[in-house]
């Protein structure tokens, strides 16, 4: 007799090998596995449905449409599309929400990264810092918003004037929200502030996963500080700061909140995103198929960010 | 066993039956009313509503609230386009008015009006700006007066006057003294989203009159009519005598940073905006009415419009769409009623009735109740325009205030003109 089984495996072995819960050997499953995979993601094919394929269908539908008010609505086609690429305000927007949502990117995720790698020199001293600062990311936005408008405000009431004019720079001082440089400026370093915890999250993340022998060598080896972190950290680190590059730029493309309260759009339409221009037109002017057809461009861009860093992570996953 | 359980079943069915009755007379007896309105706004509502209860114990007011963000009129579209069927909602926009009437969702109650009364409550005037298309929908409740302007009386005694300017010329000669007397910025122009439109309304209505403000707001002539010119040329006249600071700072500035300029940095003067000053003054400055500060009356430009006022108001619509549309009037009757006018003075707020007993008021509102009797009243046209014209009717003028110079009138007037024709 051999001491080697050559039987073929019961139905569910394989799963009981992989140390999921399945029936024991020699019981035949009363549902074949794949029907027991689509019952246990009912619930969330169902609750996603409802949540966000209906709303974009939804969307999608509406933007057909010209609604103003409660009048009767009228199908257009694509006639609100045809008008978006012709409006010049909804031109201008796409040009402020690109220049916000790299903005922002670059400067949470520059100071998040360089504050993760900076504070992993002393990981346990540094743990309260880091805290404080991962904490703005648990603000709300409108909140930061509301934050930075006391920083912003003109005259000596402004924070950020009055500290200029306490050390003796009170030229420098100006109404930052009334211009449309300043304004913009002002907008992307509030939502800066409010998003450099999630990157700094993350790369601290990474750069804790480096491994610590990698970096006892280059010390050992006589590596500086400044050398270690250049060439040994921020290439390792990478993972986690791409996924915060990415996080950010998607959260940027869709901001609304900071916009509507810190600047309102303005001055003159300065500092208006996609998704405030999506608000004005749905909520304030009524347009909702015309707003519909803002927010479905939007969606695309979101896609279009989104699709080929999804697309990466899977292969990761393969 | 059999008759025991039929009679069961009837019972049962009789029983189901009466509750069924009863839960239908409650419901008859049920007034609905959709407002987006909070905090002392609502407040007031909830008042008038339990005086109402006291007085008609047979009626329950039910006050369903749509939470909205910026302009609360898409919180109420959705709300109407979702299934609510209101028997009152409540209302500050003539153009969201006649909005809601076009869809059929309000009932004229100008039959109501006459048997209860109402005209021994408001005047001509109220019922001419309540009114769409020849149907009075409902009554205006709340009042602000928006063509007073908010200052310091101490700022004037200064520069050696003891009251508040009567004349425009008058009123543009006080900024230099004003500046020399080291003041910063004679008006706190709040430009940064709709505040800056307020001087230019009360002179398009002290210049052309209430038919100009209506006509223009219904488009019945062109925003390039040179009456309107000559509003925005008097606009302009005030940026001419420098009246403000650079437009980087007015259009940073919000007219709550405006009102801080003003009571608390006191490096501003004047300021013009709704009421919502007088609570301010009083709970977050600790100011006194009418000694600390002091509300004027825009001054005269003598082409016989000077009494008449731009306002706001807060009204409350009745709609055909509700189960109780008696409830509905009593409701509006009481509202109007020396009890509903008292309860509203009481909590800070003008009313358009004349019920009320006027010494309730502070000496400002009381000042601002006598200017709205001296003439005609008209609403704001950040209300009377429709939404898709407001906003660019405001931006035109954000634009204007950064290069107010003649040259600039005509073209201002010609982009509003052109998004007018678009909005209606």
Known sequence: MSAVD??????????????????????????????????????????????????????????????????RPRFVGFDNYLRLFSDPVFLGTLWTTLIFTVGVTIVAVTIGWTIALLCAFAPRQTSIFRLMIFATF???????????????????????????????????AQPWLGGANSALIALIITAAWSAVGLPLLLSFASVQAIPRSILEAAYMDGAKPLAMMWHIMVPLSLPGARVAIFLTLLSSLRAFDIVFVLTAGGPARATETVGFFMYRESMTQFNLGYGAAATIILLIGVLLVSTPAIAQRTKGAK | ????????????????????????????????????????????????VTGFQAKHPDYKVKINVVTSQGDARGGMRTALM??????????????????????????????????KGWDKSLAKTWRDISTTGGSVYGIPYIFGYRSGIWYVPADLQKI????????????LATFDPLRKAGFAEPIAMPAKVYAHSEWFETLLMRTGGPGLVTDLGAHKIAWTDPKVAEALRQYA????????????????????????????????????????????AISQYHLKPGTDYSLGKFPALGRGFDNASIIDAKEILATGIGSNPDGADAFLDYVLSADGANIIAKAGFTTPSSSVDASIYDPVAAASVRFVNEGDVRFVLGDLLPGSLVDEYR????????????????????RIEAAAARAY
């Open chain 2, 395 to 414: 931006l035109a003028l954000q634009q204007f205030i950064g290069n107010p110079t003649e040259a600039n009138i005509a073209p201002t007037l010609e």
């Open chain 1, 138 to 172: 648990g603000i709300s936005e409108a909140v930061a918003g509301y934050i930075w408008i006391g920083i912003f405000r003109p005259g000596d009431a402004g924070l950020l004037n009055g500290m200029l004019s306490a050390i003796g720079l009170a030229d420098l």
């Open chain 2, 1 to 48: 066993m059999r008759s025991y359980r039929t009679s069961t079943v009837v019972a049962l069915g009789l029983g189901l039956a009466l509750l069924g009755t009863s839960a239908f007379a409650e419901a008859a007896k049920d007034i609905t009313l959709l407002t987006w309105l909070g905090g002392p706004d609502r407040k007031v509502l909830d008042t008038l």
């Open chain 1, 6 to 71: 050559t039987r073929l495996p019961p139905p569910g072995a394989r799963a009981a090998h992989r140390g999921s819960p399945g029936p024991a050997p020699g019981r035949r499953a009363w549902m074949p596995e794949s029907a027991t995979a689509l019952l246990l993601l009912t619930p969330v094919i169902l609750l996603f449905g409802l949540s966000v394929i209906y709303p974009v269908i939804e969307t999608l539908r509406i933007s057909f449409w010209e609604i103003r008010g409660l009048g």
């Open chain 2, 237 to 280: 006249r005030l940026f001419g005598a420098k009246c403000c600071g650079d437009s980087k700072l007015m259009y940073a500035t919000h007219w709550d940073d405006a009102a801080d300029r003003i009571f608390v940095e006191r490096k501003a003067n004047f300021l013009q905006i709704g009421m919502w000053i007088n609570a301010r």
């Open chain 2, 82 to 115: 979702g299934g609510e069927k209101p028997d009152l909602v409540t209302n500050t926009w003539p153009a969201f008015r006649k909005e809601l009437a076009d869809a059929g969702i309000l009932r004229d109650v100008t039959p109501v009006w006459t048997s």
């Open chain 2, 160 to 171: 050696g006057l003891q009251a508040f300017p009567t004349s425009y010329d008058d009123f």
